[in-house]
T-cell receptor, first 112, second 114 residues
Framework: DQQVKQNSPSLSVQEGRISILNCDYT??????FLWYKKYPAEGPTFLIS?????DKNEDGRFTVFLNKSAKHLSLHIVPSQPGDSAVYFC???????????FGTGTSLTVIP | EPEVTQTPSHQVTQMGQEVILRCVPI?????FYWYRQILGQKVEFLVS????????KSEIFDDQFSVERPDGSNFTLKIRSTKLEDSAMYFC????????????FGQGTRLTVV
Protein backbone atom coordinates (compact mmCIF):
# COMPACT_ATOMS: atom_id res chain seq x y z
CA ASP A 1 0.00 0.00 0.00
CA GLN A 2 1.85 3.04 -1.30
CA GLN A 3 0.65 5.91 0.86
CA VAL A 4 3.17 8.38 -0.55
CA LYS A 5 3.59 8.50 -4.30
CA GLN A 6 6.03 10.19 -6.58
CA ASN A 7 4.73 9.56 -10.06
CA SER A 8 7.68 10.96 -11.96
CA PRO A 9 10.68 8.66 -11.68
CA SER A 10 12.94 11.17 -13.38
CA LEU A 11 13.21 14.84 -14.29
CA SER A 12 15.75 16.79 -16.34
CA VAL A 13 16.14 20.53 -16.02
CA GLN A 14 18.57 23.07 -17.43
CA GLU A 15 20.88 24.79 -14.99
CA GLY A 16 19.38 28.04 -13.74
CA ARG A 17 15.81 26.97 -14.39
CA ILE A 18 13.21 25.86 -11.86
CA SER A 19 12.91 22.21 -10.84
CA ILE A 20 9.50 21.12 -9.60
CA LEU A 21 9.21 17.75 -7.93
CA ASN A 22 5.79 16.44 -7.04
CA CYS A 23 4.44 14.12 -4.41
CA ASP A 24 0.95 12.83 -3.65
CA TYR A 25 -0.30 11.09 -0.55
CA THR A 26 -3.40 9.18 0.40
CA UNK A 27 -3.45 9.22 4.19
CA UNK A 28 -5.30 12.27 5.48
CA UNK A 29 -3.75 11.67 8.91
CA UNK A 30 -0.32 12.73 7.67
CA UNK A 31 0.60 16.00 9.28
CA UNK A 32 4.31 16.38 8.70
CA PHE A 33 6.04 16.19 5.35
CA LEU A 34 9.69 16.12 4.47
CA TRP A 35 11.93 16.10 1.44
CA TYR A 36 15.15 14.16 1.44
CA LYS A 37 17.94 14.21 -1.10
CA LYS A 38 19.96 11.09 -1.82
CA TYR A 39 23.18 10.61 -3.71
CA PRO A 40 24.20 7.12 -4.85
CA ALA A 41 25.70 4.95 -2.10
CA GLU A 42 24.81 7.52 0.56
CA GLY A 43 22.00 7.82 3.06
CA PRO A 44 19.13 10.24 2.54
CA THR A 45 19.90 13.79 3.64
CA PHE A 46 17.17 15.96 5.08
CA LEU A 47 16.39 18.94 2.89
CA ILE A 48 13.24 20.72 4.02
CA SER A 49 9.99 20.01 5.82
CA UNK A 50 6.52 21.40 6.29
CA UNK A 51 3.82 20.78 8.85
CA UNK A 52 0.20 20.51 7.91
CA UNK A 53 -0.66 23.85 9.47
CA UNK A 54 1.33 25.61 6.76
CA ASP A 55 1.04 25.67 3.00
CA LYS A 56 4.52 26.91 2.19
CA ASN A 57 7.98 26.70 3.67
CA GLU A 58 11.05 28.27 2.15
CA ASP A 59 14.74 27.70 2.77
CA GLY A 60 17.07 29.42 0.37
CA ARG A 61 16.63 27.96 -3.10
CA PHE A 62 14.20 25.33 -1.83
CA THR A 63 10.49 25.86 -1.28
CA VAL A 64 7.96 23.22 -0.35
CA PHE A 65 4.28 23.77 -1.06
CA LEU A 66 1.50 21.78 0.58
CA ASN A 67 -2.03 21.50 -0.79
CA LYS A 68 -3.93 19.54 1.83
CA SER A 69 -7.21 19.43 -0.04
CA ALA A 70 -5.46 17.84 -3.01
CA LYS A 71 -3.18 15.76 -0.79
CA HIS A 72 -0.27 17.05 -2.81
CA LEU A 73 3.06 18.59 -2.07
CA SER A 74 5.79 19.88 -4.28
CA LEU A 75 9.39 20.92 -3.98
CA HIS A 76 10.63 23.87 -6.01
CA ILE A 77 14.33 24.42 -6.55
CA VAL A 78 15.22 27.82 -7.98
CA PRO A 79 17.68 28.23 -9.57
CA SER A 80 18.64 24.64 -10.21
CA GLN A 81 22.34 23.80 -10.05
CA PRO A 82 24.24 20.75 -11.32
CA GLY A 83 24.99 19.80 -7.70
CA ASP A 84 21.27 19.36 -7.16
CA SER A 85 21.37 16.25 -9.35
CA ALA A 86 20.26 13.45 -7.01
CA VAL A 87 17.27 11.34 -6.12
CA TYR A 88 14.65 13.25 -4.13
CA PHE A 89 12.30 11.45 -1.78
CA CYS A 90 9.26 12.91 -0.16
CA UNK A 91 8.23 11.45 3.17
CA UNK A 92 5.32 11.86 5.54
CA UNK A 93 4.46 11.01 9.09
CA UNK A 94 1.43 10.92 11.33
CA UNK A 95 1.40 12.92 14.56
CA UNK A 96 0.67 9.87 16.67
CA UNK A 97 3.16 7.62 14.94
CA UNK A 98 6.89 7.37 14.56
CA UNK A 99 7.23 5.96 11.11
CA UNK A 100 8.18 8.01 8.08
CA UNK A 101 6.53 6.84 4.88
CA PHE A 102 8.65 7.40 1.81
CA GLY A 103 7.77 7.90 -1.82
CA THR A 104 9.61 5.98 -4.51
CA GLY A 105 11.85 8.91 -5.41
CA THR A 106 12.41 11.20 -8.38
CA SER A 107 15.82 11.30 -9.99
CA LEU A 108 16.66 14.91 -10.84
CA THR A 109 19.31 15.71 -13.42
CA VAL A 110 20.36 19.32 -13.78
CA ILE A 111 22.04 19.85 -17.13
CA PRO A 112 24.85 22.43 -17.17
CA GLU B 1 28.07 18.32 12.99
CA PRO B 2 26.60 15.26 14.72
CA GLU B 3 25.86 12.37 12.41
CA VAL B 4 24.53 8.85 12.40
CA THR B 5 27.27 6.34 11.70
CA GLN B 6 26.81 2.81 10.41
CA THR B 7 29.21 -0.11 10.24
CA PRO B 8 30.17 -1.95 8.19
CA SER B 9 29.64 -0.06 4.95
CA HIS B 10 29.42 -3.33 3.05
CA GLN B 11 28.73 -6.83 4.34
CA VAL B 12 28.75 -9.98 2.28
CA THR B 13 27.28 -13.06 3.89
CA GLN B 14 26.22 -16.53 2.92
CA MET B 15 22.57 -17.42 2.86
CA GLY B 16 21.43 -18.76 6.22
CA GLN B 17 24.09 -16.91 8.19
CA GLU B 18 23.37 -14.36 10.89
CA VAL B 19 24.39 -10.75 10.38
CA ILE B 20 24.46 -7.81 12.73
CA LEU B 21 24.34 -4.31 11.34
CA ARG B 22 25.53 -1.61 13.67
CA CYS B 23 24.55 1.99 14.07
CA VAL B 24 25.53 4.80 16.38
CA PRO B 25 22.68 7.32 16.43
CA ILE B 26 23.10 10.97 17.30
CA UNK B 27 23.64 11.14 21.02
CA UNK B 28 20.66 13.15 22.25
CA UNK B 29 18.16 11.51 19.93
CA UNK B 30 15.34 9.43 21.31
CA UNK B 31 13.83 7.63 18.31
CA PHE B 32 15.72 5.13 16.22
CA TYR B 33 14.84 3.52 12.95
CA TRP B 34 15.91 0.95 10.43
CA TYR B 35 14.94 1.30 6.81
CA ARG B 36 16.06 -0.64 3.80
CA GLN B 37 16.19 -0.07 0.08
CA ILE B 38 16.39 -2.98 -2.30
CA LEU B 39 18.21 -1.97 -5.46
CA GLY B 40 15.92 0.04 -7.71
CA GLN B 41 13.05 -0.01 -5.26
CA LYS B 42 11.61 2.35 -2.68
CA VAL B 43 12.91 3.05 0.79
CA GLU B 44 11.01 0.71 3.10
CA PHE B 45 10.39 1.08 6.80
CA LEU B 46 11.45 -1.83 8.97
CA VAL B 47 11.19 -0.79 12.59
CA SER B 48 11.18 2.11 15.00
CA UNK B 49 12.53 1.98 18.54
CA UNK B 50 11.83 4.25 21.45
CA UNK B 51 12.38 3.99 25.17
CA UNK B 52 14.16 0.67 24.79
CA UNK B 53 11.39 -1.04 22.95
CA UNK B 54 9.98 -1.43 19.47
CA UNK B 55 7.30 1.16 18.87
CA UNK B 56 6.35 0.23 15.32
CA LYS B 57 7.36 -2.45 12.87
CA SER B 58 6.44 -3.32 9.34
CA GLU B 59 5.40 -6.64 7.82
CA ILE B 60 8.95 -7.03 6.58
CA PHE B 61 10.22 -7.11 10.15
CA ASP B 62 9.38 -10.71 10.90
CA ASP B 63 10.86 -13.14 13.41
CA GLN B 64 14.12 -13.23 11.51
CA PHE B 65 14.79 -9.64 12.49
CA SER B 66 15.56 -8.16 15.87
CA VAL B 67 16.86 -4.85 17.17
CA GLU B 68 18.75 -3.97 20.26
CA ARG B 69 20.27 -0.99 21.98
CA PRO B 70 22.78 -2.87 24.07
CA ASP B 71 24.78 -0.09 25.67
CA GLY B 72 22.99 3.24 25.33
CA SER B 73 24.93 4.29 22.26
CA ASN B 74 24.77 1.49 19.69
CA PHE B 75 21.62 0.41 17.89
CA THR B 76 21.84 -2.91 16.10
CA LEU B 77 19.78 -4.81 13.58
CA LYS B 78 20.20 -8.58 13.59
CA ILE B 79 19.04 -10.83 10.81
CA ARG B 80 19.08 -14.37 12.13
CA SER B 81 19.12 -16.44 8.99
CA THR B 82 19.70 -14.34 5.92
CA LYS B 83 17.92 -14.94 2.65
CA LEU B 84 18.88 -13.82 -0.83
CA GLU B 85 16.03 -11.31 -0.80
CA ASP B 86 17.51 -9.61 2.26
CA SER B 87 20.17 -8.12 -0.01
CA ALA B 88 19.65 -4.36 0.20
CA MET B 89 20.99 -1.10 1.56
CA TYR B 90 20.06 -0.83 5.21
CA PHE B 91 19.77 2.64 6.64
CA CYS B 92 19.73 3.54 10.29
CA UNK B 93 18.13 6.83 11.30
CA UNK B 94 17.56 8.73 14.50
CA UNK B 95 15.30 11.54 15.51
CA UNK B 96 15.42 14.00 18.33
CA UNK B 97 11.84 13.52 19.46
CA UNK B 98 9.10 16.04 19.94
CA UNK B 99 6.71 17.21 17.32
CA UNK B 100 7.71 17.57 13.71
CA UNK B 101 11.35 16.71 13.86
CA UNK B 102 13.25 15.22 10.99
CA UNK B 103 15.09 11.95 11.00
CA UNK B 104 18.80 11.90 10.24
CA PHE B 105 20.09 8.96 8.27
CA GLY B 106 23.38 7.13 8.28
CA GLN B 107 25.32 6.33 5.14
CA GLY B 108 23.93 2.85 5.00
CA THR B 109 25.23 -0.71 5.04
CA ARG B 110 25.09 -2.59 1.78
CA LEU B 111 24.18 -6.18 2.63
CA THR B 112 24.83 -8.76 -0.04
CA VAL B 113 23.57 -12.28 0.60
CA VAL B 114 25.13 -14.93 -1.63
Amino acid sequence: DQQVKQNSPSLSVQEGRISILNCDYTNSMFDYFLWYKKYPAEGPTFLISISSIKDKNEDGRFTVFLNKSAKHLSLHIVPSQPGDSAVYFCAASVYTGNQFYFGTGTSLTVIP
Amino acid sequence: EPEVTQTPSHQVTQMGQEVILRCVPISNHLYFYWYRQILGQKVEFLVSFYNNEISEKSEIFDDQFSVERPDGSNFTLKIRSTKLEDSAMYFCASREGGLNTEAFFGQGTRLTVV
